[in-house]
């Protein structure tokens, strides 16, 4: 029985002892608890001042929230080069337009011709049959340097039947006929949109102007009628077909 007491009183002694510190920790895990309660209420506050949003909004609703969520933070000061910034896109684009590529798909052929109302207008022999589309933006310089390109092109086979050999290497022939429909957009939807294509006032020049520059490099030309409604007959050969895209600049 004494050990018994003895026992039991070592136990209410460390109780004693142990129960300051116990209350103590006990007293922060409160005090923690209840910080994170306060944290939770204040990140949750603002949130709860916007309407519930339904499953499906419109743009109109989303952007009345946006609205309300910037001014509740604040609006965003603009920063001085935001302007410069989109000048800067802008000047990009209207360069890109600027340097559009002159497109030409460049078909190898034995023999081709082009009729308007059943009457032959343009024909050729060994050479090349070029269709030349011409979009908004093209220029002078970029029709000059196509043309340059189509004489050169070593798509003509040499003695061992590579291709290294060009129209100007085999004294061949070219077909020009001016095709709007190479500057298809058909991104959107199973019509083709031609709004990018040259007006006629604006690519007929360029089309003289490319049909002058192939001459220029003795090369014998002959056209189609520019606007009309044409068959075109020819015999690829091959087939060689090569879609050429060349702008002013190199």
Do not use: W, Y
Request: charged share 30%.
């Amino acid at each position: 029985m004494g050990v018994d007491a003895g026992g039991q009183l070592a136990v209410d002694r460390r109780e004693k002892l142990l129960h300051p510190l116990g209350g103590g920790l006990r007293e922060r895990e409160q005090h923690r608890r209840l910080g994170l309660v306060v944290e939770q209420h204040e990140l949750l506050e603002p949130v709860g001042a916007l309407p519930g949003e339904p499953a499906r909004v419109g743009p109109e609703e989303v952007v009345e929230v946006a609205e309300r969520v910037r001014m509740d933070r604040g609006a965003p000061t603009a920063e001085p080069g935001d302007d410069v910034a989109v000048a800067k896109l802008d000047d990009t684009h209207a360069a890109s337009v600027e340097n559009r590529a002159v497109r030409a798909v460049v078909q190898r052929v034995s023999r081709a011709a082009v009729r308007v109302d059943g009457e032959v207008v343009g024909a050729c022999g060994v050479g090349l049959l070029v269709l030349l589309g011409v979009a908004e933006g093209d220029t002078g310089d970029a029709a000059i340097r196509c043309a340059a390109k189509v004489a050169r092109l070593r798509i003509f086979p040499d003695d061992e039947g590579r291709f290294d050999r060009s129209l100007l290497d085999i004294g061949g022939e070219a077909l020009v006929v001016s095709q709007f429909t190479l500057i298809a957009d058909t991104h959107k939807g199973n019509r083709p949109s031609f709004v990018e294509a040259a007006r006629p006032e604006r690519a007929e020049p360029l089309v003289e102007r490319f049909v002058e520059a192939l001459r220029g490099e003795a090369v014998p030309v002959e056209t189609g009628r520019f606007g009309a409604m044409m068959e075109v007959e020819l015999v690829n050969d091959g087939p060689v077909t090569i879609v050429l895209d060349v702008s002013a600049e190199p």
